[in-house]
C-alpha cells in the first residue's frame, strides 16, 4: 500500500494546483480516484490515479490550452475568462479545473440534463470564449454550438492526457496573489427556475477547507467523520454527477483538502441504473480485494465491505429501499450511506440505519458542505449485529434524520409556520461571524458575497420532540403552496410518504395558485390507484390541514419520470409547466363534479 500522510496536511491557504504538485512530489503513488476502465463494461475492472498522475494530466492540459485555445498573458491571468465543458462522467473534469486555473482561465460545468435554454443562458451569463468536448460530445453540445456563436475544441483522450510525463507548466501564484480571483464556475440547482452562474473563488476554497476541520464541541461528534475524516483516510463510493458541486467536493476538493479517495460506478441513466451500477462495481472492486490478499494473512479473515461510505442522491436511496436484495448486497459492500440533496421517506431511513451507518448531509453550492454534529450519547450510526441491536436505542424515533449545526456555523431558526401537527417550522438564518471567533473562520456564503451580514437560506426545519438541540430539514421556503384562498401549506413530509408507499416511484404535490391540491403521481410498474393505495394516500391526507387534502378524483398519473436537477431534487417548476395541459383539465374537471355535488 502507497504511503499516504496520517493526519492530512491542513491547506487553508494554498491553492488548489499548488495542494496537488506538493502531494504528487511527497507521495507519487498514492491513489487519488479510482475510475472504471471502461464504463460500459465494468468487467474490465478499475484504474487507479495516483496523485502523480493527475499531475502530470493537469500540465498536459495545460500546454494544451496554451497550444490550441490561447496563451493568456501572465498579466491578464487574473481576470478568469470562462472554457465551458460538458462531458462524460470522467476524471478529466477534475483535470480541466486545475489545468484551467494554472492558465488563467476558469471552468464552467454545466449539467447536460438541463434544457437548451437554461444552458444557453448560463453559457451567455458567464461570456464563455469557447466550448471543450470530449471525443464523442454529447448532442446537447451541438444544440448551444448551432445557437451559440462560440469555438470548440476536442480535448485530449483520457488515455492521452495520461499517457507520458511532460515539463510542469509554470503556476507560482500564492495565496494571497490570487484569493479573490475566480476558480471555477458551477451553477445553482434550478429547482424553481433557470440555473445561475456561482463562480467560486479560491479564498471561498479556503473557507470550506476550514469549515471541513471545524472541531466538534463538547459532548458532539461531527456527524460527516464516516465521509470525510482528516486523520485516515477515506474511501468513498461516489454515485453523483460530477458538474454538479456535489461531484466537484468529492472528485476535487475533498481529495485535496483532507484525502478522500473517491471510487466512481460504471455509466447509468436512471436513478434505478446508477444503484445497479454502484452494487456491480463494489462487486468489482471486492473482487479485486479477494485477489489481492488471497496470499496474504489477511485472507484468514471475512473482508467484505471494500469503501467507507457510498453517496447518492435521495431517489436512488428510495431505490434501496424497495428492493431489500439491494439494501442487503450494499451493506455487505460498504460501511455507510450518505445522502443529501433532499430527503428520503421515514421508512426508507430507519430500514437503511437498521443494516448499516446512515448519514444525512446537508450542502448548498454557495456554502459546499454544512458542518453537523450529533451528540456522541446517540449511537445511531453504527453496524450493528443482532445483539448488539438489542442493546442499542430503538430506530423506530427516526433519530437518523436529526443533527445540530456547529456553532461556528452560526446558524439561527427563524419560525415560519406552524404544521397541522402542531410542528413549528422554522427557516434558518446564517449570521457573518465576525472575523476574530473561531480563529478567524468566516463562512464561505460571504465569501461570494462579502457585503452582506446575514442570509436566509431557505431551508426550512423542525426540532426533534425531546431534544431541542437536533434538528431534521423540513424542505425548502420555495416548495411552499399557495392556495387561491391565500391558505398555506409545505408538502414536502407529505410528498415523501406517499412516495415512500411500494406502489408510488414519485409523488408530488401542486396547487399554488391554483384552487386546491392536486398529486402527481408515477406508479411502479404494473402500479394502479386502487382502494388499497387510496387508503394509504388518505392517511396522509389525515395529518394535512383540511384545504391541502387531495381528493381522490384530483390525482394526474403520469408514465416519464419527474424531471430532476442534478443533485435528484424534483424540478417542480418545470413539473407543473409540462403538465400545465393535463392539470388544467383535471382542475376544470374536479372542479366541475364539485359543483355538481353541490347542486
Same mark, same amino acid.
Given at each position: 500500500?502507497?504511503?499516504? !500522510? ?26 487519488? @480516484? ?18 502523480? =498522475? ?7 492540459? %495545460? ?22 465543458? #460538458?462531458?462524460?462522467? =470522467? ?9 484551467? #486555473? ?9 449539467? !447536460? ?16 470564449? %469557447?466550448?471543450?468536448? !470530449? ?17 470548440? +475544441?476536442? #480535448? !485530449? ?70 465521509? +470525510? ?24 476538493? &475533498? ?20 444503484? =445497479?451500477?454502484? &452494487? ?6 471486492? %473482487? ?5 490478499? @488471497? ?23 428510495? *431505490? ?29 431511513? =430507519? ?29 445511531? *450510526? ?77 431551508? &426550512? ?55 386546491? %391540491? ?68 383535471? +382542475? ?12
Amino acid at each position: 500500500m502507497a504511503a499516504r !500522510p496520517a493526519p492530512w496536511p491542513e491547506f487553508h491557504f494554498t491553492t488548489l494546483p499548488n495542494i496537488l504538485r506538493l502531494l504528487a512530489s511527497q507521495y507519487p503513488d498514492m491513489t487519488y @480516484a479510482g475510475f472504471p476502465r471502461n464504463p460500459n463494461d465494468i468487467s474490465e475492472g478499475y484504474r487507479e490515479f495516483t496523485y502523480l =498522475d493527475v499531475a502530470n494530466a493537469v500540465n498536459t492540459l %495545460a500546454w494544451w490550452i496554451d497550444e490550441n485555445v490561447e496563451r493568456r498573458e501572465e498579466g491578464k491571468k487574473n481576470r478568469k475568462e470562462t472554457l465551458v465543458y #460538458i462531458g462524460p462522467n =470522467d476524471i478529466r473534469y477534475a483535470v480541466l479545473c486545475l489545468a484551467g #486555473i494554472v492558465t488563467g482561465y476558469k471552468m464552467l460545468f454545466p449539467s !447536460p440534463r438541463y434544457g437548451i435554454e437554461a444552458l444557453l443562458k448560463l453559457v451567455e451569463a458567464v461570456d464563455a470564449k %469557447a466550448m471543450l468536448t !470530449p471525443e464523442t460530445p454529447l448532442p446537447i453540445v451541438s444544440e448551444i454550438l448551432e445557437k451559440k456563436e462560440m469555438k470548440s +475544441y476536442r #480535448i !485530449p483522450s483520457i488515455e492521452q492526457c495520461f499517457a507520458r510525463s511532460v515539463d510542469e507548466y509554470p503556476f507560482a501564484k500564492t495565496f494571497e496573489e490570487c484569493k479573490d480571483e475566480e476558480m471555477l464556475c458551477l451553477h445553482t440547482s434550478g429547482t424553481t427556475g433557470f440555473p445561475k452562474p456561482i463562480p467560486y473563488t479560491h479564498d471561498w476554497v479556503s473557507s470550506f477547507s476550514r469549515t471541513t476541520r471545524l472541531r466538534a464541541t463538547r459532548g458532539f461528534r461531527r456527524s460527516d467523520d464516516d465521509l +470525510y475524516n482528516a486523520s485516515r483516510g477515506t474511501r468513498v463510493f461516489a454515485a453523483l454527477p460530477p458538474f454538479h458541486a456535489s461531484g466537484v467536493t468529492l472528485m476535487i476538493l &475533498l481529495p485535496l483538502l483532507v484525502g478522500v479517495t473517491p471510487i466512481y460506478p460504471p455509466a447509468y441513466t436512471t436513478p434505478e441504473g446508477a444503484v =445497479d451500477a454502484t &452494487l456491480s462495481g463494489l462487486d468489482v472492486l471486492y %473482487a479485486a480485494q479477494q485477489r489481492h490478499v @488471497a496470499n496474504s494473512d489477511a485472507a484468514k479473515e471475512k473482508v467484505e465491505r471494500v469503501v467507507d461510505m457510498v453517496v447518492m442522491v435521495p431517489p436512488c436511496v428510495e *431505490n434501496v429501499f424497495g428492493h431489500p436484495e439491494k439494501l442487503h448486497r450494499l451493506s455487505q459492500r460498504a460501511h455507510g450511506l450518505c445522502y443529501g440533496g433532499g430527503s428520503i421517506a421515514r421508512e426508507a431511513g =430507519d430500514a437503511i440505519s437498521h443494516k448499516m451507518k446512515l448519514l444525512n448531509a446537508i450542502a448548498s453550492t454557495e456554502l459546499g458542505l454544512w458542518p453537523l454534529i450529533r451528540p456522541r450519547s446517540i449511537d445511531y *450510526n453504527t453496524n450493528p449485529t443482532d445483539q448488539e441491536q438489542e442493546k442499542k436505542e430503538d430506530f423506530s424515533d427516526g433519530k437518523w434524520e436529526y443533527y445540530a449545526f456547529h456553532p461556528a456555523f452560526n446558524i439561527h431558526f427563524d419560525p415560519v409556520y406552524t404544521s397541522e401537527s402542531g410542528h413549528t417550522v422554522f427557516e434558518a438564518i446564517m449570521k457573518r461571524n465576525n472575523g476574530k471567533d473561531w480563529d478567524g473562520y468566516v463562512q464561505s456564503w460571504f465569501k461570494l458575497y462579502p457585503d452582506s451580514s446575514e442570509k436566509r437560506l431557505g431551508d &426550512l426545519f423542525i426540532q426533534h420532540p425531546s431534544d431541542t438541540t437536533l434538528y431534521k430539514h423540513y424542505g425548502r421556503a420555495d416548495d411552499l403552496l399557495v392556495f387561491l384562498t391565500n391558505e398555506k401549506f409545505y408538502p414536502t413530509v407529505a410528498e415523501q410518504r406517499i412516495a415512500g408507499f411500494p406502489e408510488v416511484a414519485e409523488a408530488l404535490l401542486v396547487g399554488t395558485r391554483r384552487p386546491k %391540491a392536486a398529486l402527481v403521481l408515477r406508479l411502479e410498474d404494473g402500479g394502479v390507484v386502487d382502494d388499497a393505495l387510496w387508503g394509504k394516500i388518505e392517511e396522509v391526507n389525515g395529518s394535512s390541514p383540511v384545504y391541502a387534502r387531495v381528493q381522490r378524483n384530483m390525482v394526474l398519473l403520469v408514465h416519464e419520470p419527474f424531471l430532476r436537477t442534478a443533485k435528484g431534487s424534483v424540478k417542480k417548476v418545470d413539473m407543473a409547466r409540462t403538465y400545465e395541459r393535463e392539470l388544467d383539465s383535471l +382542475y376544470r374537471r374536479g372542479c366541475s363534479e364539485e359543483a355538481e355535488e353541490k347542486r
